[in-house]
């Protein structure tokens, strides 16, 4: 049976650089949720950006190396610039003195530009709480990160999804992005002929982009994936907030037999 710890909780606990992940980080292959390990490294940024006043954070890119353990974690980061509106940082992940991810991430801060104000109306804000959950997922026989996530089903290609229990005990929107992003292949799986799918389809990278910083605690995902033959494939999704369209995320895929 899944059972879930006290929500009041988040995923990974904190020790200073160090972290202990609940088994709500776990994958649904070997080791830990590509967004969870994502999530976690950008968070670290994203909290490091808030205290040095970098600005907002407008692109990220994290490469997994291995499946990381569900054991006590370390990140360090590295700023690679910090002056004048861009400031960039590096990030990487341990554990037992082994390397499992490496991150970058940029920084901006906002500068008004009248001039470029759009003459549309905008979006009226959207609520995804009354959408149908998100049922695609099948009975799992063991807790995954899956379980700290409430994922909705838009009915028109979007999934949406917000944290049940929080990543980090700190706030981290823009690291919420990696959490929902990554799940951009089996949301687009779910709607083929693939779906429960044959093959393994984890993903060795995932970068995001966006116009602006989120707003709201509820991400939508728009996937389309671009599968080859030769077992590799891209996965490529328009993210959504409650305040409209807000950017992309792109994933390598490497398909392998089960």
Not at 126 to 143: E, I, K, M, N
Not at 182 to 207: M, R, V
Request: proline share 10%; aromatic share 10%; hydrophobic share 40%.
């Amino acid at each position: 049976m899944n059972v879930i710890a006290d929500l009041s909780e988040p995923v990974f606990s904190r020790d200073g650089n160090f972290w202990e992940p609940h088994v709500e980080a776990s994958g649904p292959f070997r080791g830990l949720h590509g967004g969870a390990v994502s999530g976690l490294l950008v968070a670290a940024m994203e909290e490091r950006a808030r205290e040095e006043d970098w600005g907002a954070p407008m692109t990220a890119s994290v490469i997994i190396l291995r499946p990381a353990p569900l054991e006590r974690l370390e990140t360090k980061i590295e700023v690679l610039r910090a002056g004048g509106r861009v400031a960039m940082a590096e990030a990487t992940l341990w554990a037992g003195g082994k390397l499992y991810a490496k991150a970058s991430a940029s920084f901006i801060k906002p500068l008004a530009m009248p001039a470029l104000e759009r003459a549309e109306a905008a979006p009226a804000p959207f609520d995804p709480s009354p959408l149908a959950v998100w049922g695609a997922r099948g009975p799992q026989q063991r807790t995954t990160f899956f379980d700290a996530l409430d994922i909705r089903d838009g009915g028109n290609g979007i999934k949406w999804g917000r944290m049940k229990r929080r990543l980090v005990a700190f706030d981290a929107p823009f690291a919420q992005l990696f959490a929902f992003g990554d799940n951009g292949t089996p949301y687009w799986l779910s709607g083929t002929e693939f779906w429960p799918p044959p093959w393994g389809f984890p993903n060795i990278d995932i970068t995001v982009h966006v116009s602006r910083p989120p707003v709201g605690p509820w991400v939508g995902v728009e996937p389309d994936s671009d599968w080859r033959r030769e077992g590799v494939g891209l996965t490529d999704s328009r993210l959504h907030d409650q305040a409209g369209p807000l950017g992309r995320v792109c994933q390598t895929v490497v398909i392998t037999p089960r």
